[in-house]
């Protein structure tokens, strides 16, 4: 029994919360005494439980669970070890969960005082290295007889820092076995049983075979309803009947392509992350300690980046028989120059304010130039769950989820300009320009990789060749603006 039982049924854990009320505090002070690093420290904060939230909720992981009796039919009165094999698929390592598994009526658990069995499970890795399985076990006693259905399992997990628990029940239930206790009777003496059941009886011999059927020894693979039972009798080995017609076995193997966004999705959250805490920090850097600093910090961070790929990443053997010829193939595909600039052009239109953050933030909205870094933390944010949130959308309706996403550019960019000089309206707006150009980008790779065909590695390269170009066009289009004195 949880020492706050109301606390313990909240998605933030005593951690989560106690962060986010530091957060408010960090913020409220920092507005009160004018000290711009405690509310970027509170943003951080914030920030920290946002995306803690988001890995744990939106992040794709599975769970499935395997259950074992021993022994596997139950008497009742007697005990039973159950062993539960949990397996655990998740995008990023997972802390200690805990778990709790129903037993029916007729159950009880042997070591909890009648209370359903839980426990902890381990620390498990990420999906990278395939799956994780843990296996505990715990002991029940059988009551009363029947058929009774032991589970669900009752999973809540928690973020690697803490911060958000999540709830959710894993896999079906089992049955488990329970017959009558079996009692020892005495022997039987002057009764009819005493004879020992010599007397003989008849049995019905439909589905015996008939006397001219050519039987032959079972091999495996074999039907068990093609055995010939009195045949088996005499041989004193299984033999099956050799006048029926084989069958042809048939296979059927089902390829799920449903999560192909989603996975993307969770390959571009690396980069969408970085514009929570990296590029906040460093424009912190560079308006501390100069532009030369916080390029030091990031060629020493890809340094750092390049030791631990070439450590931890394995060697992955290449096709020999692709060539860059055969990748260049792409390009006569009208569908791949189409959606490269759909990415150029959507995505010039973001970079076009992107760039100018810090100019909207001190020339238009009036805020010192200590928000800067709090605001980028925020459109960062938005760009984080605005890609997860488009990896489920695209793996719905991919083109739908694209042409939503370039009509809701266009909506919030127009609403960005007219409500910049309200500081409150620009954090809004610029989360939502975030969240929502964040969204097409699992879109617009999923698609790219759909139409190349075979030539899905040059179509991943190219896409970000596209959004480059973006980056350049639209910063450069911004520029011209600001430089008319619009």
């Known amino acids: 029994m949880p020492r706050w039982p109301l606390l313990s049924r909240l998605p933030l854990t005593l951690r989560g919360l106690g962060a986010l009320v530091l957060a408010a505090a960090c913020g409220m002070l920092a507005q009160r005494f004018g000290i711009a690093e405690l509310a970027y420290v509170g943003a951080l904060l914030a920030a920290a439980v946002v995306v803690s939230a988001a890995t744990l909720y939106l992040l794709p992981s599975s769970a499935r669970v395997t259950r074992a009796f021993s022994p596997d039919v139950a008497a009742a009165g007697s005990e039973v070890r159950v062993r539960l094999t949990v397996e655990i698929r998740s995008s990023l390592p997972t802390s200690e969960a805990r778990w709790r598994d129903a037993v029916p009526d007729g159950v009880v658990a042997a070591s909890t005082a009648g209370a359903a069995p839980d426990g902890v499970l381990p620390p498990t890795g990420s999906a990278i290295a395939g799956p994780s399985q843990v296996e505990v076990d715990y002991a029940v006693r059988a009551e009363r007889r029947g058929l009774r259905r032991v589970g669900p399992l009752a999973l809540v997990t928690t973020d690697p820092f803490g911060f958000t628990r999540r709830r959710r029940t894993v896999g079906d239930t089992s049955p488990l076995v329970i017959v009558p206790e079996i009692v020892d009777l005495d022997e039987l003496h002057d009764l009819p049983g005493d004879a020992g059941g010599s007397t ?10 008939a006397d001219n059927l050519i039987p032959r020894t079972y091999a495996p693979g074999d039907s068990m309803r093609r055995i010939h039972w009195r045949a088996s ?11 029926e017609q084989e ?9 799920d392509r449903g999560a192909g966004a989603k996975g993307v999705a969770f390959v571009l959250t690396g980069l969408t992350v970085a514009n929570v805490v990296g590029v906040p920090f460093g424009t912190f850097l560079g308006q501390r300690f100069g532009w030369r600093i916080a390029f030091l910090v990031v060629a020493l961070i890809f340094a750092l980046a390049a030791v631990m790929i070439a450590l931890t990443v394995p060697a992955h053997a290449g096709d020999p028989g692709r060539t860059l010829r055969a990748e260049l193939r792409a390009l006569r ?11 150029a052009v959507g995505f010039g239109g973001f970079f076009a304010a992107y760039s100018y953050v810090a100019s909207i933030v001190t020339d238009v909205a009036g805020a010192p130039a200590a928000v800067v870094p709090v605001i980028l933390i925020v459109m960062g944010i938005g760009m984080t769950i605005g890609n997860l949130v488009g990896g489920h959308l695209a793996d719905r309706d991919l083109k739908r989820t694209m042409l939503a996403g370039l009509g809701a550019l266009i909506v919030v960019q127009a609403l960005l300009a007219l409500t910049a000089g309200a500081l409150i309206a620009l954090g809004l707006f610029i989360f939502l320009v975030g969240f929502v150009s964040s969204v097409l980008s699992p879109s617009i790779q999923t698609r790219l990789m759909d139409v190349a065909g075979d030539n899905q590695s040059i179509a991943a390269a190219l896409n970000h060749s596209a959004l480059n170009i973006g980056n350049a066009t639209g910063a450069f289009l911004g520029g011209v603006v600001i430089a008319a004195g619009s």
Request: charged share 20%.
């Open 247 to 255: 069958t042809t076995p048939e296979a059927v193997v089902l390829l």
């Open 333 to 343: 595909i009208g569908q791949v120059w189409l959606t490269l600039g759909v990415g």
């Open 233 to 243: 009798a005499h041989r004193d080995e299984l033999m099956v009947r050799q006048e």
């Open 200 to 209: 003989r009886s008849v049995t019905d011999r439909m589905g015996q075979g």
